[in-house]
């Protein structure tokens, strides 16, 4: 048996070695079986590529036409360290084949953190380990098999490394072991991690790493203790596993989704060395294009990425200077000419010398994981918290209008600062660093004068300036009282991985619907039937009416995108059905119905409580801000409105028709098709102009929580007055809370809470569409991490005239309406 996989060893060296076959390159040897093992010495005929990589080759895997791995020792460079890893290869056109090709991709790595010399070996013993030792017979890395029966080792498609049991049961594989690199179809369990590494060609691990969590995916930079970056929230419930689908990123039954790979075409996500986490995908097998950059901010952009201007350089829009700007005295730029290294500190703090502890305030600064620590708390007690505890290297302040009270964080290291403007942040920050006076008394105090002239470093037109000038007035610092229920709000959505969709023949759905005899409800976009299926479960069929006038292929491509679409908050489409003329769709049941019917109910008894509206404010506002933000191409959902909100058992929050209406790319200017909208819902702008932006669904919402917390439609037949005229002269009166539903007692208890949400709702309905917030702001101030600007001029309150055509021809000749005439062209 030995001497068997001794011949094996040999046959495959010779393979390799033997310079007539340059088809070695891609030949097929995805498998090996026990024992064989593999010394790591020079052969000429390595797969050298032109980065300078070298592989000696010990699996390849070859698909015609196809994307092809491999797995071997890697060099990159000249110096004797080898990682012994797997990799996808490019494809290479054969007439340009010298055994130079584009840089492969390292998708896993045994050995990161110890890698190997010439003359190590790897062993597959034939009791089944696998077991890598240096030269120096040093044992360097072993696959935990727990001592199942391994007969054989195959390296399977998408670069996975498999160790198999006779029976071809896997009993360990590359793919639970991640190292920086998440594939399609890799699921990773909970509770493991991505970890960056140093650089692209030394793959110890680095500062950053993921952390896949029950509550979502959380970004870290490595420190004591380590602090959070960002997080993608989502919920797991009793999932195991995420995963990484074909073109999308799995987060247990919330998908983010991008444009569809073709066919061939290769993705994958790394946890790159500076913190991003990038999907990129090889086009034509070998152009690596960056697709989606997960983890950025979108607020701060690259700002808000730990080590962007290096340790302590602030960076704002994307430049980066020193804490304290070109001429403090206490940080040098570490590089003269390009800033985004960092700054160094002129006199290290010393934990002996605490007495000699100053702060240089900055204003306007914070930094990128600001977590309140101390609430309620004035800037100079922030300050003087820091000054007790010599970790601690900075204090961070935010505060509303008033420096006397704000909230405070405690930092015990400095990576990048971000500068920040509070017309677009909504509150001020302070940052008070802490630096080391040095013991020739140059400077007295942390008051630098912007005066002082700098040799060293160059002025930096964006300084900052340092100020110890307080402002006064206002208080902030709820908690995160909302955030923590909506965290566990998703319990209900089932894991879909790699969910497909289904394709259902027009009878099928006939017999579900009996034919299409339970109507649901009715839309723009056609009716919908309750349906149950031959397995049980029930749904909702759309049965799309002729005007939805598109091609089959038109069709097929928009149910692909919206069927790819994942998140708690959106309803799922489980199927469709394109026979003919006939086009359905089919989506999952929400036994609750839509929202109209609860707000708008007559019967008392039925109402919704307090925490249930703001439940579904909450639920709406999530949806809307993925379809905003995290589709690619963004979606518009352009008909918010009570009858497209549906509720499930729980009360949760599903949005329905999203995606029918237009998909719009980031230029927004590639428009498919062009919708009417539901009047009493439509932003002015797009009434008026045909402005089309995403502030036309926060218009829309804006009206719908006005509906919520009132408890009536903004048009109803049986009111002289529309709603948000009613709430234009309360709103001047400062009686808003006269409005709140008063036909719910538990509504009437929360009349103060719901008075902060109509406020919200008035700032979305503003005629200036750029006043107005974004759903992800609007998730700030529901969240309390933000408030709302306080608005003092109502007169956009009122329904634009032109909301009917009928009324349309009125306005034109009505010259009194201020609104249409000073409204935005
Ligand atoms: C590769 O070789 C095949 C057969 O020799 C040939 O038909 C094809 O055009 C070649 N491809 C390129 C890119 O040269
Ligand atoms: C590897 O082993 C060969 C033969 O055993 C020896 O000649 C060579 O010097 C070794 N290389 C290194 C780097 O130790
Ligand atoms: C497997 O075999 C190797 C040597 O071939 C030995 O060092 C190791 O202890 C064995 N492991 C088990 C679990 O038997
Ligand atoms: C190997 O795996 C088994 C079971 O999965 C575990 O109990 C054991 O601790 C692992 N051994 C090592 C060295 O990680
Ligand atoms: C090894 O992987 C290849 C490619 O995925 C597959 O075709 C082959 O059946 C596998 N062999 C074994 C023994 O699992
Ligand atoms: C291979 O592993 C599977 C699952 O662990 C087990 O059911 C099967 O009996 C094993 N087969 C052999 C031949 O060990
Ligand atoms: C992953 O990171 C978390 C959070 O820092 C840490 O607690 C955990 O030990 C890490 N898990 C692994 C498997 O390294
Ligand atoms: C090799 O190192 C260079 C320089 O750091 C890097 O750009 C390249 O991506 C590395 N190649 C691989 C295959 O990691
Ligand atoms: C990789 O980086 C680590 C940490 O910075 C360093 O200790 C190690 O020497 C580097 N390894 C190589 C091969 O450059
Ligand atoms: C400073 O940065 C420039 C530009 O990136 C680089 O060319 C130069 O080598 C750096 N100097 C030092 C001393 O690192
Ligand atoms: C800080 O921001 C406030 C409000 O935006 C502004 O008035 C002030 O000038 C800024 N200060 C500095 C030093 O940039
Ligand atoms: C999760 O597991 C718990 C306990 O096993 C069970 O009660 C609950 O119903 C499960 N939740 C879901 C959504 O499956």
């Known amino acids: 048996m030995a001497i068997a996989g001794v011949k094996r060893a ?331 290294f960092g700054c160094r500190e002129v006199t290290p703090l010393s934990c002996p010398d605490a007495q000699l502890h100053t702060f240089l305030e900055v204003m306007n600064v914070t930094c990128f994981n600001f977590a309140p620590q101390l609430s309620n708390i004035d800037a100079e007690s922030c300050r003087r918290e820091c000054l007790k505890n010599c970790s601690c290297k900075a204090a961070m302040f935010r505060y509303q209008d008033n420096t006397s009270i704000g909230t405070c964080y405690l930092p015990t290291q400095i990576f990048s600062l971000m500068a920040i403007r509070k017309e677009v942040f909504n509150y001020n920050a302070l940052a008070f660093i802490k630096v080391q006076r040095s013991t020739h008394k140059k400077s007295k105090s942390s008051l630098v004068s912007v005066l002082v002239p700098s040799i060293l470093a160059p002025l930096l037109c964006f300084a900052f300036f340092i100020s110890v000038c307080y402002h006064y007035v206002m208080q902030k610092g709820r908690k995160n009282i909302e955030g923590k229920q909506r965290e566990n709000s998703g319990d209900e959505s089932s894991i879909h991985l790699f969910n497909e969709m289904k394709k259902f023949s027009f009878e099928d759905l006939s017999n579900a619907t009996q034919e299409f005899g339970v109507k649901l409800g009715g839309g723009g976009f056609g009716d919908v039937f309750e349906g149950m299926l031959g397995d049980g479960t029930r749904v909702a069929v759309k049965r799309l009416g002729s005007h939805v006038g598109q091609g089959r292929k038109e069709f097929l491509a928009e149910v692909k995108t919206i069927g790819s679409i994942h998140h708690f908050n959106l309803v799922r489409l489980v199927g469709y059905c394109a026979e003919r003329s006939n086009r359905l769709l089919v989506y999952e049941f929400m036994c609750n119905g839509s929202l109209d019917k609860w707000i708008f109910n007559q019967d008392q008894e039925q109402t919704l409580n307090w925490a249930t509206r703001k439940k579904i404010i909450h639920g709406i506002a999530e949806g809307l801000k993925y379809l905003h933000v995290h589709c690619n191409p963004n979606i518009i959902h352009f008909d918010i409105k009570p009858q497209n909100i549906l509720l499930d058992e729980k009360f949760n929050v599903k949005i329905s028709d999203f995606g029918l209406a237009k998909l719009i790319s980031r230029d927004q200017s590639h428009v498919t098709t062009v919708a009417k909208g539901t009047p009493g819902y439509m932003a002015p702008e797009f009434i008026r102009d045909r402005k089309f932006s995403a502030k036309i669904d926060v218009y829309s919402f804006g009206i719908l929580i006005l509906e919520i917390i009132c408890g009536r439609k903004n048009r109803d037949s049986s009111q002289v007055d529309y709603l948000i005229d009613m709430v234009k002269v309360k709103a001047e009166e400062g009686q808003l809370s006269d409005l709140v539903d008063d036909r719910n007692e538990d509504m009437q208890c929360h009349k103060e809470e719901a008075v902060k949400l109509l406020r919200i709702g008035i700032s979305c309905l503003q005629t200036d569409h750029h006043k107005r917030p974004s759903v992800s702001q609007v998730i700030h101030v529901l969240e309390g991490s933000m408030d709302v600007e306080p608005i003092t001029d109502y007169s956009f309150l009122s329904m634009f005239p032109m909301d009917s055509p009928l009324e349309a021809n009125r306005a034109i000749s009505a010259p009194l309406i201020a609104s249409v005439l000073s409204g935005p062209r």
């Not at 007539?20 to 498998?31: D, E, M, Q, R, T």
């Not at 010990?58 to 110096?79: K, V, W």
């Not at 996808?88 to 054969?94: D, L, V």
């Not at 020193?322 to 985004?340: D, E, K, M, P, V």
């Open 10 to 340: 040999i046959q495959l060296l010779v393979l390799f070695l033997s310079p007539l076959i340059l088809s070695a390159y891609f030949s097929n040897h995805p498998s090996v079986n026990v024992p064989t093992s593999w010394q790591n010495v020079y052969n000429s005929d390595g797969w050298q590529f032109n980065d300078n990589t070298h592989v000696r080759p010990i699996l390849a895997l070859d698909l015609n036409g196809q994307p092809s791995f491999g797995f071997g020792f890697l060099r990159n460079g000249t110096t004797n360290t080898f990682y012994l890893v797997t990799l996808k290869i490019a494809i290479i056109p054969n007439s340009s084949f010298s055994n130079y090709g584009p840089p492969p991709v390292v998708l896993w790595s045994a050995n990161p953190n110890r890698p190997v010399e010439d003359n190590a070996t790897l062993e597959l013993t034939v009791n089944g380990t696998l077991v890598l030792t240096d030269a120096d017979g040093t044992p360097v890395w072993s696959a935990n098999t727990s001592g199942a029966f391994v007969t054989g080792m195959n390296l399977s498609l998408g670069g996975n490394l498999k160790l198999v049991n006779g029976s071809g049961s896997v009993v360990w594989q590359s793919y639970s072991f991640p190292t920086n690199t998440w594939l399609p179809e890799q699921r990773l369990r909970i509770g493991r991690n991505l970890t960056a590494s140093v650089s692209m060609s030394n793959l110890s691990s680095g500062m950053f790493y993921l952390s896949i969590t029950r509550h979502g995916i959380n970004a870290y930079i490595k420190s004591v203790p380590p602090q959070r970056y960002k997080t993608l929230r989502f919920n797991a419930n009793n999932a195991t596993y995420l995963g990484f689908g074909i073109g999308s990123l799995t987060l247990s039954g919330n998908y983010v989704t991008y444009n569809q790979i073709e066919k061939g075409d290769f993705q994958f996500m790394r946890m790159e060395p500076d913190g991003h986490l990038n999907v990129y995908q090889l086009i034509d097998g070998y152009e690596e294009t960056l697709y989606s950059d997960l983890l950025k901010d979108e607020h701060y952009g690259d700002c808000a990425y730990p080590t962007v201007c290096g340790n302590y350089g602030v960076c704002f829009e994307g430049q980066c200077s020193c804490a304290g700007g070109g001429s403090s005295i206490y940080f040098r730029q570490l590089n003269a000419t390009a800033a985004s």
